[in-house]
């Protein structure tokens, strides 16, 4: 069974980097699979960030693209994010995930538990 | 971008059958997953390809695509369904959720 966990500090300030690091269990990342991050706003819906593959390639959301920095840390079996200039709208629970892809359709299959993060001074 | 829609709440009694819809522009064309999120849990795969059950997701859940709507239908809902559901496709290499839609179970 595939199992995710984020780790990582709850508390940014603002105009700082949020780091962030997914470890997997159950799976070799380097095996395959692109692997990626999700966030949620308290009361709200959700927001894909980006994936990332073992071997470097990445998607990301046009929205966020120009503060992502996302890498994979095959050795230890896992992934990171890094999202810089933050500010308030960036808090918000950040989920891990693998990204599955099917039917022509791509989609996180199994998520992390999640890890709330705020930007605040 | 690409956008969907949920109604943003559905309420149901308990052993009835629920419907939520997902809507977009030639929404058929796409294959469109479902995800179920329990209070103060993360989201899990309900539905996936449209129509396809994950291992371990129970039969009452089924789903739909055509036009442009997809629909989740939950049948015999139970109390334990009561959750926020969205929809979600892949769509410019990227992933897209709806908004959501809460399901109460009354």
């Known amino acids: 069974q595939v199992q995710l966990r984020e780790s990582g500090p709850g508390l940014v300030k603002p105009s700082g980097t949020l780091s962030l690091t997914c470890g997997v269990s159950g799976y070799s990342i380097s095996s395959g699979f692109y692997w990626g991050w999700i966030r949620q706003p308290p009361g709200k819906g959700l927001e894909w960030i980006g994936s990332v593959y073992h071997g470097g390639s990445t998607f990301y959301n046009p929205s966020l693209k120009s503060r992502i920095i996302t890498s994979v840390d095959t050795s230890n079996n896992q992934f990171s994010l890094k999202l810089s200039s933050v500010t308030a709208a960036d808090t918000a629970v950040y989920y891990c995930?693998?990204?599955?892809?099917?039917?022509?359709?791509?989609?996180?299959?199994?998520w992390g538990q999640g890890t709330l993060v705020t930007v605040s001074s | 971008s690409y956008e969907l829609t949920q109604p943003p709440s559905v309420t149901v009694s308990p052993g009835q059958t629920a419907s939520i819809t997902c809507s977009g522009y030639k929404l058929g064309d796409k294959y469109v997953c479902w995800f179920q999120q329990r209070p103060g849990h993360s989201p899990a795969l309900v539905i996936y390809e449209n129509d396809e059950r994950p291992s371990g997701i129970p039969e009452r859940f089924s789903g739909s695509n055509s036009g442009n709507t997809a629909t989740l239908t939950i049948s015999g809902t139970q109390a334990m369904d009561e959750a926020d559901y969205y929809c979600q496709v892949w769509d410019s290499s990227t992933v897209v959720f709806a908004g959501g839609t809460k399901l109460t179970v009354l």
């Open positions: 995930a693998r990204k599955n892809c099917t039917g022509g359709n791509c989609y996180p299959d199994y």
